[in-house]
């Protein structure tokens, strides 16, 4: 059953404290190092950014955003490397903007199976626009590692622009973005609980307030869907962003944090690097 963002407000401060010290503890992994052939190597994120058919410009900015924070290592990869395993033993792969069918029938059936591993034994994903029609469990070329479909699908190009959503007070503290934010939207996907009983029921973190549609498109859709989910797949996390943060300028840093998030339950270092385990 879903419950709504509304419904979850009065609750979900309770779980808001630990979910900060999750997000503070990888900062304080990265500061730790350790000996090795004499030289100290600090903690770093294995971060595996895709690369392939269906990704637009909108990569770069995740590319930006991400560098500029010392501990994590960004890897752009591409189908072929997938299906040769490049996933294994990496925190989290994250799937930008453009084309979710392109990108997903790129990887095609061995490579979609090869991403669903990843994830079900501790791995992070991270979706955006694109990424979330992925993540999505609606498409024969979608990875199902959500329980979300996409709403007026045949309006899915419903145009581009800035509008509000409203944020759940754990996903705020997590993603560090304020309970009403303006952000940009290109055509993501609106997104509804899919009732699929192999995979658990997704978190709503995010609704949109406000819509986006041009001409042809039918008003009072897009506002109180999902904007952004958060979900399990076995032992790993799951965020479907269906809005582009990282384009934009106030909210460079949400992406760093939804790359904390989901690499939570695969927090091993490396040869090399150190935890406090």
């Given at each position: 059953?879903?419950?709504?963002?509304?419904?979850?407000?009065?609750?979900?401060?309770?779980?808001?404290?630990?979910?900060?010290?999750?997000?503070?503890?990888?900062?304080?992994?990265?500061?730790q190092s350790s000996q090795l052939d004499g030289e100290r190597v600090p903690f770093r994120f294995n971060v595996m950014l895709f690369s392939g058919p269906g990704v637009s410009d909108s990569s770069r900015r995740v590319e930006e955003d991400l560098?500029?924070?010392?501990?994590?290592?960004?890897?752009?990869?591409?189908?072929?490397?997938?299906?040769?395993?490049?996933?294994?033993?990496?925190?989290?792969?994250?799937?930008?903007?453009?084309?979710?069918?392109?990108?997903?029938?790129?990887?095609?059936?061995?490579?979609?199976?090869?991403?669903?591993?990843?994830?079900e034994s501790g791995g992070g994903y991270v979706g955006i626009c694109a990424g979330a029609y992925l993540a999505s469990a609606d498409y024969e070329w979608s990875l199902h590692l959500l329980d979300a479909r996409v709403l007026d699908r045949r309006h899915w190009a419903r145009g581009f622009g800035n509008v509000e959503i409203g944020v759940a007070p754990a996903a705020a503290e997590a993603l560090q973005v304020s309970p009403k934010s303006t952000v940009y939207y290109h055509q993501g996907p609106l997104l509804a609980p899919a009732g699929r009983g192999d995979i658990p029921d997704y978190r709503e973190w995010a609704v949109f307030l406000t819509e986006v549609r041009k001409q042809g498109v039918p008003g009072g859709?897009?506002?109180?869907?999902?904007?952004?989910?958060?979900?399990?797949?076995?032992?790993?996390?799951?965020?479907?962003?269906?809005?582009?943060?990282?384009?934009?300028?106030?909210?460079n840093h949400v992406l760093p944090a939804a790359v904390r998030w989901a690499a939570a339950k695969s927090l091993k270092p490396r040869v090399g690097e150190t935890s406090d385990e």
């Open positions: 059953m879903r419950v709504s963002l509304m419904q979850r407000l009065s609750c979900v401060l309770i779980g808001a404290l630990p979910v900060f010290a999750l997000l503070l503890w990888p900062a304080q992994l990265s500061a560098q500029k924070v010392p501990e994590i290592r960004l890897r752009r990869i591409r189908a072929d490397q997938i299906n040769s395993g490049v996933l294994e033993g990496q925190h989290v792969v994250i799937f930008s903007g453009g084309s979710g069918s392109v990108q997903g029938r790129g990887l095609g059936e061995a490579g979609r199976e090869r991403v669903r591993k990843f994830v859709v897009m506002q109180g869907t999902t904007a952004i989910a958060a979900g399990e797949f076995g032992a790993g996390r799951v965020l479907a962003i269906s809005p582009h943060l990282e384009r934009t300028d106030e909210l």
